[in-house]
């Protein structure tokens, strides 16, 4: 190392030989300077050394997708997509903004759903196609106490107990915290505080952990999408009838219900309708592969504004026009269609080989166009309503219905009539030898109302079955079903009867 007697040295030299010489010294003098800073760094690099510090030199030349390994800061959603299934399934789209170096960027991609399928994770950057993930780790250790426990296992810890403490290592957490301290082992029962140095490297959040390579630096909005669980939304409508019972207004909500374990703040919602084809695994559930939609025009009738409905391959989706918050653990009610005047008949069914005495009361409506409705609706439950002398909705019973495209009928079982009872008899049975048997039944239907009530009799007959008697005319419904309609006068009573010969041959 230079000091002054170095210094009065060449101040000497330089006295002596003249100024010729003067350029040459100033060379050497640059020359000591190096050397001794040198030297400098070399003594220093041994002392980190002895203090446990790791010097790592490489003499290959790194590859180019090494030349920079950054990490990013954790990004914030920008924007959201959900696309939700009725069968406990979404499809999340999320877009986030993030500042990446050319090479590689480890990113920690945090909040994302905790019932993620990682397997179905797809990135895209819409800057650069060079942009790629090369390693993918999902952490979902979140912290607890159980978890704490478990990670400082066989390290040192403080518990307080009894309002004592004590620091050693940890030997267990069955049956109590035991500890090797100074003073031997401990075994701590009534624990009421534990002291750890740090979190030992549990997250508070499910993560991706991405090394992500990119030929170009700079801030961009990359575009994430992901199948995740938890999440599942129904439809539920109201129909209020009128007071002669034919005709409803019907008023359509569609409930998502968010327990996938993380929040979609201003998310464009859309609610696919339809049984989608999935595969089950041990762990996680995995479904490949996604529709592209032809949006079609927004219906006129029935949808509102916020909704518009278009076919999806052979499902149907239905698109809400303004974003909305998908907070976790949240039931969300999104208003869905509106539909007034829709024409609707009671009818009054029995069927007693199965209903026993109960006379069943149904709803029938047909969601066609002219009807005030004709748009597919999603699978749900209909609850019915009926405004009383009051003026005052009273519910009259509720029944779910599938997925129903347009033009088809909608059967609505409300409840049992009250005043309306019906019995249903065997009144003989002989058998015809080897043939087969020959039974009759006799249908007793009695109405307490104080107007007249049509009623369809529904009687299912099995084998190579043939009528030879019956009271009313009857229609063949299928290979095993037949039906009679009849009129039961108010205060009145109506009986069917009929004979049947079943063969085995």
């Given at each position: 190392?230079?000091?002054?007697?170095?210094?009065r040295?060449?101040?000497?030299s330089l006295k002596?030989?003249?100024?010729?010489?003067?350029?040459s010294?100033?060379?050497?003098?640059?020359?000591?300077?190096s050397l001794?800073?040198?030297?400098?760094?070399?003594?220093?690099?041994?002392?980190n050394?002895?203090?446990?510090?790791?010097?790592?030199?490489?003499?290959?030349?790194?590859?180019?997708?090494?030349?920079s390994?950054?990490?990013?800061?954790?990004?914030?959603?920008?924007?959201?997509e959900?696309?939700?299934y009725?069968?406990?399934?979404?499809?999340?789209?999320?877009?986030?903004?993030?500042?990446?170096?050319?090479?590689?960027?480890i990113?920690?991609?945090v909040?994302?759903?905790?019932?993620?399928?990682?397997?179905?994770v797809?990135?895209?950057?819409?800057?650069?196609?060079?942009?790629?993930v090369?390693?993918?780790?999902?952490e979902?250790?979140?912290?607890?106490s159980?978890?704490?426990?478990?990670?400082?296992?066989?390290?040192?810890?403080?518990?307080?107990?009894?309002?004592e403490?004590?620091?050693?290592?940890?030997?267990?957490?069955?049956?109590?915290?035991?500890?090797?301290?100074?003073?031997?082992?401990?075994?701590?029962n009534n624990?009421?505080?534990?002291?750890?140095?740090?979190?030992?490297?549990?997250?508070?959040?499910?993560?991706?952990?991405?090394q992500?390579?990119?030929?170009?630096?700079?801030?961009?909005?990359?575009?994430?999408?992901?199948?995740t669980?938890?999440?599942?939304?129904?439809?539920?409508?109201?129909?209020?009838?009128?007071?002669?019972?034919?005709?409803?207004?019907?008023?359509?909500?569609?409930?998502?219900?968010?327990?996938?374990?993380?929040?979609y703040?201003?998310?464009?919602?859309?609610?696919?309708?339809?049984?989608?084809?999935?595969v089950?695994?041990?762990?996680?559930?995995?479904?490949?592969?996604?529709?592209?939609?032809?949006?079609?025009?927004?219906l006129?009738?029935?949808?509102?504004p916020?909704?518009?409905?278009?076919?999806?391959?052979?499902?149907?989706?239905?698109?809400?026009?303004?974003?909305?918050?998908l907070?976790?653990?949240?039931?969300k009610?999104?208003?869905?269609?509106?539909?007034?005047?829709?024409p609707?008949?009671?009818?009054?069914?029995?069927?007693?080989a199965?209903?026993?005495?109960?006379v069943?009361?149904?709803?029938?409506?047909?969601?066609?166009?002219?009807?005030?409705?004709?748009?597919?609706?999603?699978?749900?439950?209909?609850?019915?309503?009926k405004?009383?002398?009051?003026?005052?909705?009273?519910?009259?019973?509720?029944?779910?219905?599938?997925?129903?495209?347009?033009?088809?009928?909608?059967r609505?079982?409300?409840?049992?009539?009250f005043?309306?009872?019906?019995?249903r008899?065997?009144?003989?049975?002989?058998?015809m030898?080897?043939?087969?048997?020959?039974?009759?039944?006799?249908?007793?239907?009695?109405?307490h109302?104080t107007?007249?009530?049509?009623?369809?009799?529904t009687?299912?007959?099995?084998?190579?079955?043939?009528?030879?008697?019956?009271?009313?005319?009857?229609?063949?419904?299928?290979?095993?079903?037949?039906?009679?309609?009849?009129?039961?006068?108010?205060d009145?009573?109506?009986?069917?009867?009929?004979?049947?010969?079943?063969?085995?041959?």
């Amino acid at each position: 190392m230079l000091n002054q007697f170095t210094l009065r040295g060449i101040y000497q030299s330089l006295k002596s030989t003249g100024f010729k010489k003067f350029i040459s010294l100033i060379i050497i003098t640059l020359l000591l300077v190096s050397l001794a800073a040198l030297w400098e760094s070399r003594e220093e690099n041994n002392w980190n050394n002895i203090e446990g510090g790791v010097t790592i030199v490489s003499k290959e030349e790194p590859k180019i997708a090494l030349l920079s390994i950054a990490k990013a800061a954790t990004p914030d959603k920008t924007r959201n997509e959900v696309t939700v299934y009725n069968q406990n399934l979404a499809l999340v789209k999320e877009y986030r903004t993030m500042d990446l170096s050319k090479g590689n960027n480890i990113i920690k991609y945090v909040d994302v759903a905790s019932q993620i399928d990682p397997t179905s994770v797809m990135f895209r950057d819409p800057k650069s196609q060079n942009t790629v993930v090369v390693e993918q780790n999902y952490e979902y250790d979140l912290v607890s106490s159980e978890k704490l426990l478990d990670k400082y296992l066989d390290k040192e810890i403080t518990v307080t107990s009894d309002n004592e403490s004590f620091t050693g290592r940890l030997l267990s957490r069955s049956g109590g915290i035991t500890l090797q301290t100074n003073k031997g082992v401990v075994v701590l029962n009534n624990v009421k505080k534990i002291e750890y140095p740090d979190a030992a490297g549990l997250l508070t959040k499910p993560t991706l952990i991405w090394q992500i390579y990119t030929d170009t630096s700079g801030s961009r909005e990359v575009e994430t999408t992901y199948l995740t669980g938890g999440m599942n939304w129904k439809a539920n409508y109201i129909a209020t009838i009128d007071q002669n019972d034919a005709k409803a207004n019907i008023k359509g909500w569609v409930t998502i219900e968010n327990n996938a374990g993380t929040a979609y703040p201003d998310a464009k919602l859309k609610l696919v309708a339809g049984d989608i084809n999935r595969v089950y695994e041990e762990r996680v559930d995995l479904v490949y592969g996604q529709g592209y939609p032809v949006p079609t025009p927004a219906l006129k009738v029935g949808f509102p504004p916020g909704f518009r409905q278009e076919g999806l391959f052979e499902y149907h989706l239905y698109t809400l026009q303004r974003p909305t918050t998908l907070n976790n653990n949240e039931i969300k009610q999104v208003s869905l269609l509106s539909a007034d005047s829709v024409p609707a008949k009671k009818e009054y069914s029995y069927d007693g080989a199965r209903d026993g005495e109960k006379v069943k009361v149904t709803l029938n409506m047909t969601n066609s166009k002219e009807n005030g409705l004709g748009m597919p609706l999603p699978k749900g439950v209909v609850r019915a309503y009926k405004a009383d002398s009051d003026g005052q909705l009273q519910f009259l019973g509720e029944d779910s219905i599938d997925h129903t495209p347009k033009d088809e009928k909608l059967r609505i079982n409300v409840g049992n009539a009250f005043d309306i009872v019906g019995k249903r008899t065997v009144t003989d049975r002989e058998g015809m030898g080897s043939y087969g048997i020959r039974e009759s039944y006799s249908i007793e239907l009695k109405n307490h109302k104080t107007e007249d009530a049509k009623i369809i009799v529904t009687e299912h007959l099995y084998g190579n079955w043939q009528i030879t008697k019956a009271s009313e005319q009857y229609k063949k419904k299928d290979a095993n079903t037949i039906e009679f309609e009849v009129t039961v006068p108010k205060d009145g009573a109506k009986t069917i009867t009929y004979t049947a010969e079943i063969r085995y041959q």
